[in-house]
T-cell receptor, first 113, second 112 residues
């Protein structure tokens, strides 16, 4: 199978702090990973594409200086939400690309107080 | 901008009935994927279709990719309470190396 993990599964932080979320492909290598955000009762929205060894590409309307992405190895991508605000509270989900398909992690619930 | 219109958004039916969920777009996709998502969890892949006209079956679920690769359908036969969940279609381009465009999802409830 193709297993993707995320850590942490949930996090609560104070407004103004930064939060790092990890996404790992456990049994395969992924040169490309993706980060999505899902608000309650809504579908997934692509935030950015994370490319191993190069800069991430961001979707329109997503601030690259606020959502820092680092893809340092073929099995790990990290998303750092900097200076988090309550409106950043959401469900963040990563996926890893393998053979025409994307396999999703279990998601990280972020609550910013 | 590619958009996927998924319908219906909500569907509540009795156990044993059949149902179809539709996913339509004006754009062509290289692949289309169907996922099921439980509350508080990530989407779980059900199927990937890549060839126009392709039909795939997964037990009581039948997936079809339109000839023009712009639309897809999910048909469930003899629905069971265990089928309850959020079903998402997602279109991919660039051989899967690009991010997916998701439909808004169909919230399905199967009543015993």
């Amino acid at each position: 199978g193709a297993v993707v993990s995320q850590h942490p599964s949930w996090v609560i932080c104070k407004s103004g702090t930064s939060v790092k979320i990890e996404c790992r492909s456990l049994d395969f290598q992924a040169t490309t990973m993706f980060w999505y955000r899902q608000f309650p009762k809504q579908s997934l929205m692509l935030m950015a594409t994370s490319n191993e060894g190069s800069k991430a590409t961001y979707e329109q309307g997503v601030e690259k200086d606020k959502f820092l992405i680092n893809h340092a190895s073929l099995t790990l991508s990290t998303l750092t939400v900097t200076s988090a605000h309550p409106e950043d509270s959401s469900f963040y989900i990563c996926s890893a690309h393998r053979a025409e398909t994307q396999y999703f992690g279990p998601g990280t619930r972020l609550l910013v107080l | 901008t590619q958009l996927l219109e998924q319908s219906p958004q909500f569907l509540s039916i009795q156990e044993g009935e059949n149902l179809t969920v539709y996913c339509n777009s004006s754009s062509v996709f290289s692949s289309l994927q169907w996922y099921r998502q439980e509350p508080g969890e990530g989407p779980v892949l059900l199927v990937t279709v890549v060839t126009g006209g392709e039909v795939k079956k997964l037990k009581r679920l039948t997936f079809q990719f339109g000839d023009a690769r712009k639309d897809s359908s999910l048909h469930i036969t003899a629905a069971q309470p265990g089928d309850t969940g959020l079903y998402l279609c997602a279109g991919g381009s660039g051989g899967g190396a690009d991010g997916l465009t998701f439909g808004k999802g169909t919230h399905l409830i199967i009543q015993p």
